[in-house]
């Protein structure tokens, strides 16, 4: 057990994120996503929403300033603009973490579903609420 760090980051887990360099991308998925098959590398968080995920990894893990938008999350099919509840709550959580406005914005979902299998690692979340699906670039510290 480490001080000062949230205990949803697993060995593993904090390996993947000190091991990511400035750019590379974090998929955070919910349950409907197909992580096992996409995955280059992957670490599954049951019982965890995307929400609580993204707290405990943006505690660690700064966001890109110079890419923008630096998240990306999975639009709703053929409604790829309309802003759902769960792109909220992550939009607020990495604000807060980040102690500023970060850009985000929608992919079509086969581009996220592209885009996702290049991210460098997946992190899967038991998140319920659909397209509750996000990506992160990494920035520096």
């Not at 760090?5 to 349950?31: K, N």
């Not at 099919?77 to 909220?88: N, S």
């Not at 406005?101 to 996220?112: G, K």
Request: proline fraction near 6%; aromatic fraction near 6%.
């Amino acid at each position: 057990m480490l001080k000062g760090i949230d205990p949803l980051l697993s060995a593993e887990l904090l390996g993947h994120l000190a091991a990511m360099g400035h750019g590379d991308v974090l998929a955070l998925v919910d349950r409907n996503f197909p992580a096992a098959s996409a995955a280059q590398r992957l670490v599954t968080l049951p019982g965890v929403d995307v929400p609580r995920a993204a707290r405990a990894i943006l505690s660690v893990l700064p966001v890109d300033t110079f890419v923008e938008p630096a998240v990306l999350w999975m639009g709703a099919v053929g409604d790829e603009d309309t802003v759902q509840e769960v792109h909220t709550e992550l939009s607020t959580v990495v604000d807060e973490a980040e102690g500023r406005p970060v850009a985000a914005a929608a992919v079509e979902r086969f581009e996220f579903y592209r885009r996702a299998a290049e991210a460098y690692v997946v992190v899967a979340t038991t998140e319920e609420r659909p397209y509750g699906c996000f990506l992160i670039t990494k920035g520096v510290v």
